[in-house]
């Protein structure tokens, strides 16, 4: 890995930053947060749909959906007006800036390469042929290629000693892979009909039909993250690993030179360059690592990179602007990252499996290892009280809508159990 100066520090007036997807979530906040603290100018866009970045570090926001009829007249224009260095931090955003590269480039120094290579590492199918070509272990899956196909893989899948997945290529189409819950992938079914439905439900919505993978078996802590920042000549310019601690409300850094290696052979057959954050876990049996997935953009707990002398969004921007990374080759173990206020929510709701007081000491006997938090910070704290305040009030209506619903059906049993009327 290189180490040398870092050009956004010295830059007296920086090229601004156009993020696009500038969210209140916790990867869109810590990549304003980085450039705003290096001294860029920060411009952001993103969907009416969500809520905004409330970051003081935010110096504009436009509202612009992730659509062509939207997005390129927006980006027309903008490169009209300076241009700068253009992030995207979600992905129908990355999607459609990766597919029109060529043109934005003209204006436009971009941190994301073109969709050829990009979706190398989006398209799940993609991305574990080019694992294994570089002798990566991946899940067995199965990509149907018409309906026969379908039914032989299905009639074939061993749903007595495995589970399975369907999954999809984020940011291509209007619908994720699951409506409900908004991601590209779902659990696949537990017998031939189910999953049959589902792939050909996909289909219909989609245009093509889903990978189906199976399920590497293990808990969330044996999940390892590389996140890896990859130059032109498609090495890695920085490097760490972490995991989540039972949920996704925690992570910590690792170390695990496997995975490091494991990630940069892959990247590396993928032509890949930029910043990825790509996911492994550990099969608790043979304890071999199996690549899951692909991130290419930051990730929820970017502001971890921070406290690791790591930090990626302006690490990419250096990259990206011609300079070079100033980025230290060793990294502390045990640093803590949390998503401060979802934690209650989740203690919550996994009440029953885990008992609310153990969960608050273990994290109380780790409070001196937190390190970087989702929202929080004293120097920037309205993100933190604008989310911590829309969570109250989402759960404390949950609640409500809780009582009223247990109240509505109490009512018509008590009156099946009542005695005869007088009248």
Known sequence: ??????????DTHPVRALVLGVNDHPRALATVRSLGRAGIRVIGARSAAFARCHSRHMNQVHVVEPTEQALLPFLDWMGDHGGGVLFAVHDKYLVLASRHADVLSRRFTLTMPRWEILS???????LYDIAQRRGVRTPLHFAPRDEADLESVCANLDF???AYALKTTPGIASEPADPDTGRSTKLAGSDPLTVRRNCLEIKTRLGRFPLIAEIVPGQANQCVAVTMLVDHSHAPLLAFCSHRLGSDVSCESVKDDEAIEAAA?????AEYTGLVTLE???DPKNRKLTVIRADPRVTRPTSLSTALGMDTPTALYGQAVGGSVNAPLAYQEGVMWLSETTLFEALWHNRDTRPLGMEVRRLWQRRGRIKAFAYFCLRD?????????????????????????????AIPWRRSHAGPRDD
């Open 1 to 10: 890995m290189a180490s040398t100066s870092n050009p956004v520090a010295s």
């Open 120 to 126: 190398r590492l989006m398209d799940p199918g993609r």
């Open 160 to 162: 007595a000693h495995r």
């Open 265 to 269: 052979r892959l990247l590396h057959g």
């Open 280 to 282: 492994f876990r550990r």
């Open 381 to 409: 704290p309205l993100p933190f009280l604008a989310h911590a305040q829309w969570r109250g009030r989402a759960w404390l209506w949950s609640r409500i809508h809780g009582v009223v619903r247990r109240s509505a059906k």
